[in-house]
T-cell receptor
Framework: SAVISQKPSRDICQRGTSLTIQCQVDSQVTMMFWYRQQPGQSLTLIATANQGSEATYESGFVIDKFPISRPNLTFSTLTVSNLSPEDSSIYLCSDGQGAQGAFFGQGTRLTVV | GENVEQHPSTLSVQEGDSAVIKCTYS??????FPWYKQELGKRPQLIID?????GEKKDQRIAVTLNKTAKHFSLHITETQPEDSAVYFCAAKEAGGFKTIFGAGTRLFVKA
């Protein structure tokens, strides 16, 4: 099983600013995934991060709001831009390609004030 | 795309009883069905999974069943213990093995 390290674990940010979340995997993976989990809710896929190409975004999520970088096969970042209180949530990265379960980072709890 | 529905949203059982959580999926091409347990404030953890060529799988007190024809799959927890209290998510992986789509979750309470 992969070990996925995510940071920061939590942050409190001002409206209009941005937060960048980092995700490090201990082995090379072709795809990494970014999820949002609003309080008491399920996990909603934001985008799939591919190394060497642009991320693929799900309906309702756009690159301008959630830019993603994937510079190599073990690392990805998600930026949440122009923050508003509605962005307060937990953000999780994961691996999990092919017919195997996903392993998640510990999550980033974002509070926008 | 794939859609996963999960029931019930909340389940309360007495310690020692069994708990069953049911899910349905929409994409008949989905071929991998993991289950995750998420304790309060922690990340989801994979607890068991089943592939589409298998009808049932057991691991100690937990088991999963899959009915491909009906596009149903279920999680069974026997002899429940207070430490089983958590939110459980079913999920389906789209054919091609890329995205994992999650159900809405079931909050399980096991009363001592």
């Amino acid at each position: 099983s992969a070990v996925i390290s995510q940071k920061p674990s939590r942050d409190i940010c001002q409206r209009g600013t941005s937060l960048t979340i980092q995700c490090q995997v201990d082995s090379q993976v072709t795809m990494m995934f970014w999820y949002r989990q609003q309080p008491g809710q399920s996990l909603t896929l934001i985008a799939t991060a591919n190394q060497g190409s642009e991320a693929t975004y799900e309906s309702g999520f756009v690159i301008d709001k959630f830019p993603i970088s994937r510079p190599n096969l073990t690392f990805s970042t998600l930026t949440v831009s122009n923050l508003s209180p509605e962005d307060s949530s937990i953000y999780l990265c994961s691996d999990g390609q092919g017919a195997q379960g996903a392993f998640f980072g510990q999550g980033t709890r974002l509070t926008v004030v | 795309g794939e859609n996963v529905e999960q029931h019930p949203s909340t389940l309360s059982v007495q310690e020692g009883d069994s708990a069953v959580i049911k899910c349905t999926y929409s994409d008949s091409a989905s071929n991998y069905f993991p289950w995750y347990k998420q304790e309060l404030g922690k990340r989801p953890q994979l607890i068991i999974d089943i592939r589409s060529n298998v009808g049932e799988k057991k691991d100690q007190r937990i088991a999963v069943t899959l009915n491909k024809t009906a596009k149903h799959f279920s999680l069974h927890i026997t002899e429940t213990q207070p430490e089983d209290s958590a939110v459980y998510f079913c999920a389906a992986k789209e054919a091609g093995g890329f995205k994992t789509i999650f159900g809405a979750g079931t909050r399980l309470f096991v009363k001592a």
